[in-house]
């Protein structure tokens, strides 16, 4: 089993930068491709950033691409969301989910471990 944790969220003023983080408890995610999901009341989930278990690909939605980055650092079991010149929309509960694939998957129901979430606020 492998359970995401998430931590980083909290509430920034539009255009400033912040840091998500992921990291596993019960067993490491190194052989799997991970993706960072987002969801804002009222919409749906969409998938925001995801890497692959190398971390040598990389997906991200196109309202993110010029702005997100999403990396690895497998010797400390982390996966980290770098989000910068952040908006209102990017307003959202920010979710960890691992794949038991090393290939990026773009879709939510390909996620088998979803973290609790941590929150996002933009807001000035």
């Known amino acids: 089993q492998i359970q995401p944790v998430e931590s980083g969220g909290g509430l920034v003023q539009p255009g400033d930068s912040l840091t998500l983080s992921c990291t596993t408890s019960?067993?490491?995610?190194?052989?799997?491709?991970v993706g960072w999901f987002r969801q804002a009341p009222g919409q749906d989930r969409e998938l925001v950033a995801a890497?692959?278990?190398?971390?040598?690909?990389?997906w991200y939605t196109g309202s993110v691409k010029a702005r997100f980055t999403i990396s690895r650092d497998h010797a400390k079991n982390m996966v980290y969301l770098q989000m910068n010149n952040l908006e209102s929309e990017d307003t959202a509960v920010y979710y960890c989910?691992?794949?038991?694939?090393?290939?990026?998957?773009?879709?939510?129901?390909?996620?088998?471990?979803w973290g609790r979430g941590t929150q996002v606020t933009v807001s000035s």
């Open positions: 989910a691992v794949t038991t694939e090393p290939y990026i998957i773009d879709y939510d129901t390909g996620y088998d471990y």
């Open positions: 890497i692959s278990m190398s971390g040598g690909k990389t």
């Open positions: 019960r067993r490491t995610f190194s052989q799997n491709s």
